[in-house]
């Protein structure tokens, strides 16, 4: 059973509907309002219907500027979010983000499952599932074998090698995982990308792992 909506997902929902950058524009509005009023380029009134026309106006401007920035950014993101194998990228697909946002995360599973299947030469869908199978289902052996899909997949970046290759070993780390085996995937990994933070972590990993327990 899902549970209510998380923190997270909520501030979210509050972001993209521009409320909560309106309030901070009543504000601001609010602020110029009494200055210009002070400053005697407002002549009539009482000083706080000068607060409430700025707060007013500070609302309806800094709301409209958000969701008109969100709702570009969509568009923008289409660009970015699923990079395919010949280069070119697929639009984001927001039905299945906005299932996730729900909570339904039985049903965003099986949509990215169905756009992998529709997109077999993109390895993104996949991990987008193993990601939701780790951090919201608890699927870990699910979740590894999806991970494990993507890097057999041929001719995919680099990148998305690395990926699933470090969330791999965070499964294998993590209570209840297999040291033996994030052993393996730490020397694997160490072979397969021997520069940067990453490999210096892996083998921080290593000596930490091979290091005897104390009794």
Same mark, same amino acid.
């Given at each position: 059973m899902i549970g209510p909506m998380t923190h997270e997902n909520r501030l979210l929902r509050?972001?993209?509907?521009?409320?909560?950058?309106?309030?901070?524009?009543?504000?601001?509005?609010?602020?110029?309002?009494?200055?210009?009023?002070?400053?005697?380029?407002?002549?009539?009134?009482?000083?706080?219907?000068?607060?409430?026309?700025?707060a007013v106006g500070g609302w309806a401007i800094f709301r409209t500027i958000t969701r008109t920035i969100f709702g570009g950014g969509t568009e923008l993101a289409k660009a970015l979010v699923f990079p395919d194998a010949e280069g070119t990228y697929a639009p984001q697909y927001s039905h299945i983000q906005a299932l996730e946002v729900q909570e339904r995360y039985v049903e965003?599973?099986? #949509?990215? +499952? =169905?756009?992998? !299947?529709?997109r077999p030469d993109n390895p993104?869908? %996949?991990? $987008?599932?193993?990601?939701?199978?780790?951090?919201?289902?608890?699927?870990?052996?699910?979740?590894?074998?999806?991970?494990?899909?993507?890097?057999?997949?041929?001719?995919?970046?680099?990148?998305?090698?690395?990926?699933?290759?470090?969330?791999?070993?965070? #499964?294998? +780390? =993590?209570?209840? !995982?297999?040291?033996?085996?994030?052993?393996?995937? %730490?020397? $694997?990994?160490v072979t397969q990308f021997p520069e940067g933070r990453e490999a210096d972590g892996a083998r921080a990993a290593i000596a930490r792992l091979k290091r005897p327990t104390p009794r």
């Open positions: 509050v972001a993209h509907s521009g409320m909560m950058q309106a309030g901070g524009g009543a504000v601001l509005g609010a602020f110029f309002g009494i200055l210009l009023r002070v400053a005697g380029m407002i002549h009539r009134g009482p000083l706080w219907l000068s607060a409430l026309g700025g965003a599973l099986a #949509a990215w +499952l =169905a756009l992998a !299947g529709e993104s869908p %996949l991990l $987008r599932a193993a990601d939701l199978q780790l951090r919201h289902l608890n699927d870990a052996p699910g979740a590894l074998a999806l991970y494990e899909r993507v890097r057999r997949m041929p001719g995919i970046r680099e990148e998305h090698v690395r990926y699933a290759s470090q969330k791999i070993i965070d #499964a294998h +780390l =993590a209570p209840g !995982g297999d040291e033996g085996r994030a052993l393996v995937e %730490l020397r $694997r990994f």
